[in-house]
């Protein structure tokens, strides 16, 4: 008995240990590294307290995105600040006019847009989409079909969700929807619903499980809006 609880004690002081800064930015590093797209040197990582900032040039807009998306990944991460800018070689540059048509035409071919609520604005490379969709799916299908296209140097996304479902939002259908997702303990999870709003509370482990509850949470039939203030904490 006295061994199972020295054990026990030893794996919670395990639990406990936050990184350093410099382990937690090398653990960024690294996982930069691991992403076939990327060219790690371009991308510079300096860490505080959980908060990581990556900088850097890269020639194109989804090599931005990996780099993020990796970053976000690692356990530890609290939070990120991206400054990392798009560069594109002459041959890649394009138009404003030249984005906005491929970009238009893109979406025709895409089932998931609905194309015709969805407005495009090019300036600079940088794309602004608005508008109004029925789901949020629609709204991240029209991001994602921009992100691997040349001459994009980033996305602001302004389209809203105005369901025309008019389902009654049931916390405990959304508390169930959490709990069946294994990457989420849903145990530390406050779950507020308001209207077509919905309110996530509590604290997650990393980037990854706060994202992958608010995905969770936007399928809620009938929601319009979700303030995802999970914290992560270590």
Not at 145 to 169: A, F, Q, W
Not at 186 to 191: D, L, N, V
Request: charged content about 25%.
């Amino acid at each position: 008995m006295n061994y199972l609880y020295k054990m026990q004690k030893f794996i919670c002081i395990q639990n406990t240990i936050m990184k350093t800064n410099s382990e937690l930015q090398k653990e960024v590093q690294d996982a930069i590294r691991w992403e076939p797209l990327l060219n790690a040197a371009e991308i510079g990582v300096t860490v505080k307290d959980g908060v990581v900032t990556l900088t850097g040039i890269v020639d194109c807009y989804a090599k931005k995105l990996e780099a993020e998306n990796a970053a976000k990944n690692v356990k530890g991460v609290k939070a990120m600040v991206e400054k990392i800018e798009v560069k594109y070689s002459n041959e890649w540059s394009k138009s404003n006019l030249e984005i906005a048509t491929e970009i238009l035409n893109t979406f025709q071919t895409n089932a998931l847009v609905p194309h015709d609520k969805v407005k495009v604005k090019v300036e600079d490379g940088w794309v602004t989409l608005d508008g109004m969709v029925n789901f949020n799916y629609e709204r991240d299908a029209a991001k994602n079909t921009i992100n691997y296209l040349k001459g994009v140097k980033g996305v602001t996304n302004n389209i809203v969700i105005k369901s025309e479902r008019n389902d009654m939002i049931e916390q405990k259908e959304v508390e169930g929807a959490l709990g069946r997702n294994w990457a989420i303990n849903s145990e530390k999870i406050g779950i507020k619903v308001s209207g077509s709003k919905i309110t996530m509370t509590g604290t997650v482990h990393s980037m990854y499980q706060k994202n992958e509850a608010g995905r969770v949470v936007w399928n809620t039939p009938g929601v319009w809006t979700v303030e995802n203030e999970l914290i992560v904490e270590d």
